[in-house]
């Protein structure tokens, strides 16, 4: 099969386009014929060196999300046959003409969505469920503030937030960015190149705070995190992009009685993704298909132009997913 590899750790010229074999895949495994694939920001990491998968995945093809066709299914499996459509999370070797998933980590493509919208989903979504949802407690009625909320994280975590009842802040690094948030949902955008985000969230809820925050920025973004939290407030962590050393007042924590939490998805076992994957079928993948929440694909670039897909990723000019497409 022909995979987009990453020669060395470097930069996005490193990625380039080179025969493998097809992946050899488990008894509760299967083997999907990759249509797309999504671009996301821990597959920039592993480009340059700094994000190694686990032993499971190949350690030089990146990719944690594929929509496509299943081909083959190993002998343990029970939910999917081969014709089927699905889009998976997997951890990594999803920029290639195949990938294997574990049957639990598949998800039924949409009626209404193409396999390039499919792509786009599972990394964002499961991310979004496991720690707004899951970590973070958000419930009908309360309110989240996301920071990076153009990103493909943000516009997933605005339209989940608000289709289940909740309030949405973002903040965004343009007023251009910040007017395509609220369009998508998003109740207040706050531009943070212009805007003290703590200052705007203590006028719009009137000095009480939200409930939970979901940040991948991390560094100084801290303390403004802990003031703009409510009584019993979660802050979720999935990122660091500002940098993992923080200034925190332990003394506003304990008369908050705030948690402070966080996780990375990638390296979790199946079964713990597997039940993420029931609960998005479940509670999110009927509004899909309503299409009450959509999802955002920015640009698609055909798999041969993996370097530019990630220039354009490390860019941040994007608002919503980047995917690959493979020629079939």
């Known amino acids: 099969m022909k995979a987009i590899v990453i020669t060395q750790p470097g930069g996005p010229e490193v990625l380039q386009l080179a025969d493998r074999p097809k992946p050899q895949y488990g008894a509760d495994e299967v083997l999907i014929k990759v249509m797309a694939a999504g671009i996301n920001r821990p597959d920039v990491f592993q480009r340059k060196g700094n994000y190694p998968p686990p032993t ?20 343990a499996v029970i939910q999917w046959k081969p014709g089927d459509k699905v889009c998976a999370l997997v951890a990594g070797g999803g920029y290639a003409e195949y990938c294997k998933a574990p049957e639990g980590q598949c998800l039924p493509v949409p009626a209404n969505l193409s396999f390039t919208e499919a ?46 009842g909740s309030t949405v802040y973002v903040t965004a690094g343009s007023d251009e960015k910040c007017g395509f948030c609220e369009q998508l949902g998003a109740d ?16 719009l809820t009137h000095s009480i705070g939200v409930n939970v925050i979901l940040d991948m ?11 703009s939290l409510a009584i019993e407030g979660r802050l979720v962590m999935i990122n660091a992009m500002n940098g993992r050393e923080v200034k925190l007042d332990l003394a506003k ?16 076992e199946v079964a713990f993704k597997a ?11 009927p509004l899909l298909s309503s299409g009450k929440i959509k999802p955002i694909v920015y640009k698609t670039f055909d798999a041969r132009e993996a370097a530019e897909a990630h220039k354009l990723m490390e860019s941040s000019t994007h608002t919503g997913k980047i995917v690959l497409t493979f020629a079939q």
């Open 56 to 75: 499971s995945a190949p350690a030089d093809i990146p990719g944690l999300e594929v929509a496509g066709i299943i081909v083959e299914v190993g002998d």
């Open 119 to 164: 792509a786009s989903l599972p990394e964002t979504f499961f991310t979004v469920w496991s720690n707004v949802f899951d970590r973070g407690n958000l419930q009908p009625g309360q309110s989240l503030l996301v920071h990076g909320g153009s990103s493909g994280i943000g516009v997933t975590a605005i339209q989940m937030a608000k289709a289940l």
């Open 188 to 203: 207040k955008a706050i531009n943070y190149k212009t805007t003290d985000f703590k200052d705007t969230i203590k006028l």
């Open 217 to 227: 920025i991390g560094g100084d973004y801290m303390p403004g995190n802990i003031d």
């Open 253 to 268: 924590v304990m008369a908050k009685r705030l948690i402070i939490t966080g996780s990375m998805l990638r390296s979790r």
């Open 275 to 285: 039940a993420i994957a029931q609960n998005l079928e479940q509670k999110i993948w």
